[in-house]
């Protein structure tokens, strides 16, 4: 599950519903009015697939107010913890509140890390990020962190209890074989 993808939604949500981003109020009140869902890989928006509608520059550079509502994020929680109950209580679920927030009591947490300038060449490789310089992306990336590590309501945080994996020189198949080996399947 990947929660931002929800955000991302919110955003878009709240763009198409013309309404001023800073309210947080507002913001909530167009995203309750939507339905929200994330099947094999693909976020809905009632109903349709807007999976490349949130990946947007416009969405990319006004997810971060948005998801600061404290309302937005409650939302979006309960809906993040219905795809967890409609999966079992089983998923891989990723996001930059999972274990503190939307699922403190998670049996494995993992908080990835990177250096700056490695995380920047890899968003550097996302689509919307192509063409973008490094440096750019990399500023765009510590702006995000600043934003989202200071916000008021879920704040991006490692959970005391999660094991941290420090991925800059390690490759995805070394990444997911440690995560694996820490959930012990």
């Known amino acids: 599950l990947n929660t931002g993808a929800y955000y991302r939604a919110a955003t878009l949500a709240a763009l198409d519903d013309g309404v001023d981003l800073e309210d947080g109020d507002a913001v909530a009140a167009a ?9 094999d890989g693909a976020m809905l928006l009632d109903g349709e697939d807007v999976s490349a509608a949130t990946r947007t520059p416009e969405v990319t550079a006004a997810v ?13 929680v309960t809906a993040q913890r219905r795809w967890m109950d409609r999966h079992g209580g089983r998923g891989v679920v990723e996001g930059r509140d999972i274990g503190t927030v939307v699922l403190p009591d998670a049996k494995v947490k993992v908080f990835l890390d990177a250096r700056p300038e490695v995380r920047a060449a890899r968003r550097a ?12 992306v990399q500023a765009d990336l510590a702006r995000r962190d600043r934003i ?11 959970a005391d209890d999660a094991e941290v994996i420090d991925t800059s020189h390690l ?11 820490l959930a012990g399947d």
Do not use: K, N, W, Y
Not at 31 to 39: L, S
Not at 64 to 76: D, G, I, N, Q, T
Not at 171 to 181: C, F, H, K, P, T
């Open 31 to 39: 995203v309750a009015r939507r339905d929200f869902a994330f099947e």
């Open 125 to 136: 490789q996302d689509r919307e990020a192509r063409g973008v310089d490094a440096a750019a």
């Open 148 to 158: 989202d590590s200071t916000r008021e309501t879920s704040p991006l945080q490692v």
């Open 171 to 181: 490759g995805i198949d070394d990444v997911v074989a440690r995560v694996l080996e």
């Open 64 to 76: 971060s107010a948005v998801s600061a509502h404290p309302p937005v994020r409650r939302l979006m």
